[in-house]
């Protein structure tokens, strides 16, 4: 199942643009205008930077869907991140990106978690699966058929979020009723208000007696 | 959400350094640097630190340390403070021993969100004030003297009791509702001793300096908490929480209570809230009034009135100073079955 891990750190795209953003924000450029001591201080805290994105690397060991990854990424980066921009799997989508709205669930050691909110680096060890992870081979997961089945999406966004907590909401012993599938679903909110069709494929599939994970 | 209105612009994580010690004490010393601070679940800090409200240059990651048990102490269940939101509200000593707070959990966030906060974290969310999110308002907990941009702002969600000048936000959680109520105790180590502090005494009103949520201390780590055994109270306590939605948002107002009836008479009563304060809200007044009185609607409404009674309200929170003993009421009427 578990496959030789692949060394991804030099296929990632470089953060720099990012820590530019951040140095354009910072007060340090207003700064430079008012006093030399300040500008020596924003010189160094700008030299910190560039030298900090050398040492700022950590080691990351994950495997995802089945795949061991060895992985080089900063503190900063989520889950999320690593996942769309380092691994490509861009079934997990950025909604809110500040755990407001559920289309990043991802399952972590079996626990469905929310992947803008969570460090890659605090995942260290453990075992992630992605939408991605679902279908085996050619054949689709029953949550991805029901979903498809019940028509449980208009635009899709949020439909990769909704099936991995869907998945869980029955492994999870919560989808007994139709009420009780809406309370443990309420993390995953669709704009396009497809929430009746999402109860009926979740219902679907639990009264078959659940799906495999 | 609304948050989500108010958010300005995008602003990228800063960089910060990173650490995960195997023990206590190496954690201690890990987090004694000004800007280091702990993480766990990370639902609330990694949100702040996103939207540039905290900015630590040092996150000391505690998951590994061995703070995740729950188990029955004596008279006590003892929680630690790694314990998930999620495993605590379906433990069966929870589910057993205290129902209320197995209530408040399942009734707060998200189940996503509940798999990975845990119970130390859950006492040190921030609060969800729109202007201490929101960057280029002022806020006093954000930006010590800055000023208050909730007081005469857009303030339903915030607090009724227990305000100050400097500040008028509430306390988010649920958990810490129950927790309150049912008279726990937080455990807390320092690398000397074990400190413990009443549950209601750990988090602290505004006052003069609404930075601080609570008393804990820098170079201070909970490891738990610790929560008395009672029969009776397990019998009868119901969690009400009002909210603008049917699930997955913050509490308007809630209400936990607990009830030892002896027939018709209450024997012994717990009453918090939450959503109306800088901290857990004990109703300690309406908790005296009813001690040894019948379980009767009257009662019920008098105890309401009396828990009010120092109640201010801000302009668009008006509404709690009616919500509030309705639920109050509510929840009692339930809880006694009448």
Request: charged share 20%; glycine share 8%; hydrophobic share 40%.
């Amino acid at each position: 199942m578990c496959q030789q891990p692949t060394n991804d750190a030099e296929k990632q795209p470089s953060l720099h643009h990012a820590r530019r953003n951040f140095l354009k924000q910072t007060s340090a450029l207003t700064a430079l205008a008012l006093a030399p001591s300040v500008v020596m201080k924003a010189a160094e805290k700008k030299l910190d930077e560039k030298a900090a994105g050398f040492f700022e690397q950590k080691t990351l060991n994950i495997e995802v869907n089945g795949k061991a990854h060895q992985l080089s990424v900063e503190p900063r980066a989520t889950l999320l991140d690593v996942l769309r921009e380092n691994l490509h799997l861009t079934g997990s989508k950025k909604g809110c990106d500040l755990g407001q709205c559920g289309a990043c669930t991802v399952h972590v050691d079996g626990k469905r978690v929310l992947s803008c909110l969570s460090l890659a680096v605090m995942q260290n060890g453990k075992k992630i699966t992605t939408i991605e992870g679902l279908q085996q081979g050619d054949q689709l997961h029953p949550m991805q058929e029901a979903f498809i089945k019940h028509d449980g999406f208009q635009c899709g966004y949020c439909t990769p979020g909704q099936i991995m907590s869907a998945v869980a909401c029955i492994s999870e012993g919560h989808a007994g009723t139709d009420n009780e599938i809406r309370e443990y679903m309420s993390g995953n909110i669709c704009r396009c208000g497809a929430y009746p069709n999402i109860v009926d494929a979740i219902s679907e599939v639990a009264k078959k007696g659940g799906s495999r994970d | 959400m609304l948050l989500v209105k108010w958010l300005k612009k995008e602003a990228p994580v800063i960089n910060f350094d990173y650490v995960k010690p195997t023990t206590e004490q190496n954690a201690l010393t890990a987090c004694k640097d000004p800007l280091a601070q702990f993480i766990a679940g990370g639902t609330n800090l990694v949100d702040l630190m996103k939207r540039g409200v905290t900015n630590p240059e040092k996150l000391v990651d505690i998951t590994g340390l061995p703070m995740s048990n729950i188990e029955q102490k004596g008279d006590n269940i003892f929680i630690g403070s790694l314990a998930l939101n999620s495993v605590v509200a379906e433990h069966e000593l929870i589910k057993k021993h205290l129902p209320l707070l197995s209530q408040a959990l399942q009734a707060g966030a998200s189940p996503q969100i509940r798999n990975m906060a845990t119970v130390g974290g859950n006492m040190m969310q921030r609060t969800r004030c729109g202007y201490f999110y929101d960057l280029s308002m002022p806020c006093n907990k954000r930006t010590p003297n800055s000023g208050c941009g909730a007081k005469e702002g857009y303030n339903r969600m915030h607090a009724i009791f227990g305000a100050s000048d400097k500040c008028i936000a509430v306390h988010p959680s649920d958990m810490c509702v129950a927790l309150a109520a049912l008279d726990a105790t937080v455990l807390i180590a320092n690398g000397k001793l074990l400190r413990r502090v009443p549950f209601k005494d750990f988090h602290k009103l505004p006052g003069s300096n609404p930075e601080k949520d609570n008393n804990l201390l820098k170079g201070e780590l909970i490891t738990g908490v610790e929560v008395p055994i009672n029969a009776a109270f397990a019998q009868h306590s119901l969690y009400t929480k009002i909210r603008d939605r049917a699930s997955y948002a913050f509490a308007l107002v809630s209400v936990a209570a607990a009830l030892e009836m002896n027939g018709k008479t209450i024997k012994d009563i717990r009453l918090a809230m939450g959503g109306v304060a800088h901290k857990p809200w004990r109703l300690t007044t309406a908790e005296q009034f009813l001690k040894s009185k019948e379980a009767t609607p009257a009662n019920f409404k008098q105890a309401a009135m009396l828990a009010l009674k120092d109640a201010t309200s801000y302009g668009h929170n008006q509404f709690k100073l009616t919500l509030a003993p309705n639920t109050i009421v509510h929840t009692l009427h339930t809880l006694a079955g009448i």
